[in-house]
């Protein structure tokens, strides 16, 4: 028999059994009536202090003669002292001219120390690069029980390089 078709064998097993096993005749697994889940993102709080911000992010051609820029933008640092339930910590840029770009961490019940908050780099077509400089706004929101709470938000300068 060759792998493929083993594999598939193998997979509806896996799933006829448990799905025997959690079932009403035999009950030897059981699944409670709400699902398996912890609290829903967003709920409870924490204390969270912004340690590091960049103050210029950046938009660079690809290498290797790529026709392509990439938007770089450089790690935030935070100091979380209490996490309760499961916040949510958004670290966003806004630059009206391009695009939004954003980054949602969830934090866990008990979590604490300092956490690096990073952002994956964005491309653009060059043409849509016609400025030498823009101007955007950079973001960290806390998001909770309480609602939301903008721990920063200030204007930064995303240079463009050639």
């Not at 096993?21 to 202090?49: C, F, K």
């Not at 339930?85 to 939004?100: A, D, M």
């Not at 866990?108 to 849509?128: H, V, W, Y």
């Amino acid at each position: 028999m060759e792998r493929s078709r083993a594999a598939v064998y193998a997979t509806v097993t896996l799933i006829v059994v448990v799905t025997v096993a959690s079932g009403p005749l035999v009950g030897a697994v059981t699944v409670p009536e709400g699902g398996v889940s912890g609290p829903d993102p967003g709920t409870g709080n924490a204390t969270v202090s912004v340690v590091s911000v960049p103050d210029r992010v950046t938009l660079e051609p690809g290498a290797y003669d790529t026709d392509v820029y990439y938007l770089e933008v450089p790690d935030a640092v935070v100091d979380i002292s209490a996490a309760t339930g499961k916040p949510v910590l958004t670290y966003s840029l806004s630059v009206p001219e391009l695009r939004s770009r954003s980054s949602v961490f969830f934090l866990r019940a008990g979590e604490r120390g300092q956490k690096k908050l990073t952002m994956d780099r964005l491309s653009f077509d060059p043409a849509a690069v016609d400025q030498e400089r823009y101007t955007g706004e950079l973001r960290l929101v806390l998001r909770g029980s309480g609602g939301e709470v903008t721990l920063y938000s200030e204007p930064v300068t995303v240079d463009v390089r050639r």
